[in-house]
């Protein structure tokens, strides 16, 4: 079990530190700037991965109505949950808020999820970044910004290719096997490069509050596993996407918050805190999580 685990979460964290020990090379020489390829990735490359996962043979759309449903009510849950946990520890909740209830789902939840359950799980995993990457887009905005203007939702990237995807896939069109295996192979950079850039990411930021990033390191995972553990029985899912469901309720706070946070500067120090520590926590709650569901 423990090797199998380590299988598992070796590729992910090696390919991290991979990019934290190349920023921090990078650093000690004028530093290093991630816009132009992080640009390239979540308009091209993740749109490409999510279209592919989302019009392959195998994708059922309707199939995936329950594990959605059980990511936004999981997200939503952790959300109300850690607005009362601010509350308590007298910490503003829009900063507390949105690193407890979005989840690194594309960074580290995609090649996760294909790691643990194989690349047949791919389009189940595509859903549940949709789920999380729309409601932060939309949720996470208005949270920070009630003046926000959330009707351009349509032309983020990742959004428009899903939106394309769903309708080819209601309509029952098949993409040309030429034009399909060009798009896929086009996604498949995504996921590398979304890892590595967590790396990147995590070597720039700092600790300012130490606190508050040990409380999200620990309350993030455990409410959100205990919700997706309910939320699978509930639904009654299957198996798999109930053990998937539980996973992604481990996966630590995203990086777009630390963006969203310098955007609307929402204590930008301690969000990088619990974006940083949160991710390292992972270390332990993301091999935790695969062993109550892998046999």
Avoid: C
């Avoid at 650093?27 to 700037?33: A, E, K, L, S, Y």
């Avoid at 808020?97 to 643990?116: D, K, Q, R, S």
């Avoid at 990457?133 to 290719?161: I, K, M, Q, S």
């Avoid at 946070?261 to 805190?273: C, F, I, M, N, T």
């Amino acid at each position: 079990m423990l090797l199998r685990i380590l299988a598992i979460v070796f590729p992910i964290f090696a390919i991290v530190v991979a990019g934290w020990l190349y920023a921090r090379y990078r650093h000690t020489r004028g530093g290093i700037d991630m816009t132009f390829a992080n640009q390239l990735n979540m308009e091209i490359f993740v749109p490409a991965l999510v279209f592919a996962a989302l019009t392959a043979k195998s994708f059922d759309l309707a199939a995936f109505d329950r594990l959605a449903i059980g990511a936004l009510v999981m997200l939503l849950g952790s959300g109300l949950l850690a607005w009362g946990l601010a509350r308590l520890l007298r910490e503003q909740p829009k900063t507390f808020t949105p690193p407890m209830m979005f989840v690194n789902a594309g960074n580290m939840g995609l090649p996760l999820m294909m790691l643990a359950f194989g690349e047949a799980a791919l389009p189940a995993a595509v859903v549940l970044f949709f789920v999380e990457n729309t409601l932060h887009y939309t949720l996470g905005t208005w949270l920070l910004d009630h003046h926000a203007r959330l009707r351009n939702l349509w032309r983020v990237p990742v959004t428009f290719a899903a939106l394309v995807a769903f309708a080819v896939n209601l309509a029952g069109i098949e993409v040309w096997p030429p034009l399909y295996l060009s798009i896929k192979l086009v996604g498949d950079v995504a996921v590398p490069l979304l890892l590595f850039s967590l790396g990147v990411r995590l070597a720039v930021s700092t600790f300012s509050d130490l606190r508050i990033g040990l409380v999200g390191a620990v309350f993030r995972p455990l409410v959100g596993m205990t919700l997706a553990w309910g939320l699978g029985k509930a639904l009654g899912l299957s198996e798999r996407d109930a053990t998937m469901l539980l996973v992604f309720g481990a996966l630590p706070p995203a990086v777009l918050n630390y963006v969203f946070a310098e955007r609307y500067h929402q204590e930008p120090g301690k969000v990088a805190s619990l974006v940083m520590l949160g991710n390292l926590g992972s270390l332990l709650f993301i091999p935790l999580a695969l062993a109550l569901v892998l046999e």
